[in-house]
């Protein structure tokens, strides 16, 4: 079966534009989980959807950033007036349920690079 | 608290050779530890895992070797070889955080044939 999916994969957006980034997580996938991976670094935690209720964006770093997930299946992340900072590859994961065991693994797409210019 | 250390940042190993990259964490409650490995352009791939009541977890020529009192934990690839060359990532995560995955900094693995 497909895999997680991201559109777009690449993205320039000019510093002040708007910008969402779509996430199709595998199908069946209960969690959802999105990160943000700087060059050269390992990815940061955004926020976390268990079907279609956000149970914690603690990650997200500002109020610019929001994410939804109104059907429980496919995700977006809006970044609203992006700034340069923002520039950075955002991944997707998703897995089955929230477990310790080998169900817990996530699965995660091949990323969208936002570049803000 | 929530750091989790990876080291080295690079690492060259001969064809054959084993690889090791080592990890530190200072959470106690983190109950389950991926590894990652990350091609260019493309998502992280999990690797392997293990839970800390396991000191070791081998599957074909990967290992995690996990020591709780140190709060340490190592991947080893034996055996390595050109198509190993990646980024690993280690990770750590815990039930209460709906297990949101802390990551190391990134290893950068070369093969040399």
């Known amino acids: 079966g497909a895999g997680v999916s991201q559109s777009p994969r690449y993205k320039v957006a000019k510093r002040g534009q708007d910008v969402a980034l779509r996430c199709d997580p595998i199908s069946g996938h209960v969690s959802l989980f999105w990160y943000q991976q700087a060059l050269g670094q390992g990815p940061e935690f955004l926020t976390y959807f268990q079907n279609e209720a956000q149970l914690d964006k603690s990650g997200l770093p500002s109020d610019r950033f929001f994410a939804e997930r109104p059907e429980g299946s496919v995700s977006t992340l809006k970044i609203q007036r992006t700034q340069q900072e923002d520039s950075a590859v955002y991944l997707c994961a998703s897995s089955l349920v929230v477990t310790s065991g080998r169900a817990n693994e996530q699965f995660f797409g091949p990323g969208t690079r936002l570049t803000v210019l | 608290q929530q750091q989790v250390k990876q080291s080295p940042q690079s690492l060259i190993v001969q064809k054959g050779g084993i690889s090791i990259i080592n990890c530190a964490y200072e959470n106690t409650a983190f109950d389950y530890f991926p590894w990652y490995q990350q091609f260019p352009g493309k998502g992280p791939a999990l690797l392997i895992a293990i839970r800390p009541d396991v000191s070791e977890k081998k599957e074909g020529r990967f290992t995690i070797s996990f020591n709780k009192s140190a709060k340490q934990f190592s991947l080893h690839i034996m055996d390595s070889q050109p198509g190993d060359s990646a980024t690993y990532f280690c990770?750590?995560?815990?039930?209460?955080?709906?297990?949101?995955?802390?990551w190391g900094a990134g290893t950068k693995l070369i093969i040399k044939p």
């Open positions: 990770a750590a995560s815990w039930m209460d955080s709906n297990y949101q995955l802390i």
